[in-house]
Every structure is written in C-alpha cells, then in structure tokens.
C-alpha cells in the first residue's frame, strides 16, 4: 500500500510539471502578437525587416538574407525554420535563453519570432 502511495505522488508531481511548461509555452505563443505591436509601436517597422535596426539597437546586426535590398520592405522574408543569425525571420539573441530567438538581436523585452522548442 506504501508504494502505491509513493508511485501515485510521483505520477502526479509529474503530471504538474508537464501542465506547468505546457502553460509556460502557451503563454509565450500568446505573447508574440504583444510583443510584435510593441516592437512595430516603437521602431515603426517590423521585427527582422527594420532597415535602421543598428540606429535603434546598437548591439543589433542588420539582417542580410535573403537579399540586403528586401530590408524595410514590410514583408519578414525569408524560410519559417531558419537557423541562420542574419536572415530577416530568425536572428539569434546572444546569451538568450535556447528556447527563443529574437529577431536581429533585439532586447529580450522584443519580439521573439522563432522557437526551438
């Protein structure tokens, strides 16, 4: 009878525990639009395709593919899965944390558009 009671706890703490990060991730996905209009509200441009990204954020990188000349077109080009820093869709924060990337190296209170999850 004691070990059920133990195997019972254990099930349920793991049970919490997956509800929790299930929680976690919903509610990063529904701060994406939050984030998206702050950045836009802010820098009149969209995340990953803002031409005077270095004017705004300093430490950030322009993006350079798929071409330096679709920057500040108003479209985010560029493929959904992306791992390469410079694209205008996904751009690594350095030191973020491995569950999200920020577009252009912005501030980690900007928008974050991919995650390896």
Known sequence: ???????????????????AK???????FRNIPI???GYQD?????PGDDALVVTHIPTA???TTPAVATVGNGVINGVWDTTTNT????????????TTAAVQ?????????CMSI
Not at 4 to 13: A, S, T
Not at 105 to 113: C, G, K, Q, Y
């Open 1 to 19: 009878m004691i070990i059920g009671l133990l195997l019972g706890g254990v099930l349920k703490g793991q049970e919490l525990i997956n509800n």
């Open 22 to 28: 299930v929680k976690s991730y919903a509610t990063d």
């Open 35 to 37: 984030q998206l209009y």
């Open 42 to 46: 802010k820098f009149r441009a969209l």
């Open 61 to 63: 990188t322009l993006a």
């Open 87 to 98: 694209d205008e869709s996904c751009s690594a924060i350095p030191g973020a944390p491995s």
């Open 105 to 113: 190296a912005a501030p980690a209170d900007s928008f974050t558009v």
